[in-house]
């Protein structure tokens, strides 16, 4: 028996929700290390997440929507914890090791992990051409965008914390891949936005758990965080998480998964051309031809997808 693996939804808003997520968390690269200059990773994602899932919790409450089923609570904390907590974690806490560029490059893998890991869709995205020309192109682009910057910083990757976080970075790339997934097709009860909230709130409660055996607390002091830094950690609370999350989470729910995964390479390319708009950074000739690389490999993917409906078993 074969039933659609999306839901209908109205164009506009499935346009006003990619924007959303291709440009804002674009520039949550940003705000992120701004935010780091004041709070350390595990503080930060706490502050973060708990914020967001209580507000948008009470939004939910206010539109008097269902908040406590046992199944979706269920299936909401082991998303959050996925996506939220163990890849997005992943990400803060190698940025005090890597390079950016490197973690950028890493990142941009997703759209291969969203097709290995699609075992309801594996053998379809597989013999669609389109789609395997359109990952490898989209990621040679991010390649190429960074590989100035790869080049400058090759000599510095040799040491053993570098490796783990190497590493960590990859398995946090393959959660977030898996808990997207496991979100699309299991997360089948109730209200999306109630899921999202508990899903923040799920990813608070395990940065809360973490933070004393981190001992990032030390040496915080709650008065010395420049404004910059709470200015950065509200973005990243109201843009990122309460519209850049929800919006993630809706369009899995009514796009095909590798469609919503293009998001990995046209985040990347936000960054940079926020860089050099607001951060005087300067552009190469090869960096130009990046970018047009990776914009045509996310046309090539969301065209054909956008035609072709999935199905599953």
Not at 136 to 141: D, E, H, L, P, V
Not at 162 to 179: E, R, T
Not at 255 to 281: D, H, K, M, W
Request: proline share 3%.
């Amino acid at each position: 028996m074969q039933q659609n693996q999306t839901q209908p939804a109205p164009l506009s808003l499935v346009i006003t929700a990619f924007t959303i997520v291709y440009i804002v968390w674009g520039s949550t690269y940003f705000f992120i290390q701004a935010s780091e200059k004041g709070f350390p990773p595990f503080l930060l994602g706490f502050l973060r997440f708990s914020a967001s899932g209580i507000i948008l919790l009470a939004w939910c409450a206010f539109k008097k929507k269902q908040l406590f089923l046992k199944k979706q609570l269920l299936q909401s904390f082991i998303t959050g914890n996925l996506l939220l907590f163990i890849a997005n974690g992943s990400i803060i806490w190698t940025e005090q090791f890597l390079p950016s560029s490197f973690v950028a490059v890493l990142v941009s893998a997703a759209p291969l992990w969203f097709v290995l890991l699609d075992s309801r869709n594996r053998k379809a995205n597989f013999s669609n051409k389109k789609i395997i020309i359109g990952i490898i192109t989209g990621f040679a682009g991010v390649v190429l965008l960074f590989v100035q910057k790869l080049t400058a910083s090759i000599n510095v990757t040799n040491n053993t914390i570098q490796v783990v976080s190497l590493i960590v970075i990859v398995i946090g790339n393959i959660c977030w891949s898996a808990g997207s997934l496991y979100s699309k097709y299991h997360s089948d009860e109730g209200d999306v936005m109630v899921g999202a909230a508990w899903q923040m709130l799920a990813a608070a409660l395990s940065y809360f758990v973490v933070i004393p055996f981190s001992g990032e607390l030390k040496h915080f002091n709650w008065q010395q965080v420049p404004v910059n830094a709470w200015l950065s950690v509200l973005y990243l609370v109201t843009m990122g998480s309460l519209a850049g999350y929800s919006a993630y989470i809706w369009l899995l729910k009514v796009r095909p998964a590798t469609q919503v995964s293009t998001n990995a390479y046209v985040n990347p390319v936000v960054a940079v051309l926020l860089g050099i708009f607001f951060g005087g950074e300067l552009i190469s000739h090869v960096q130009l031809l990046a970018l047009a690389i990776i914009l045509s490999s996310v046309f090539i993917i969301n065209a054909d997808k956008y035609k072709r409906k999935q199905t599953v078993e």
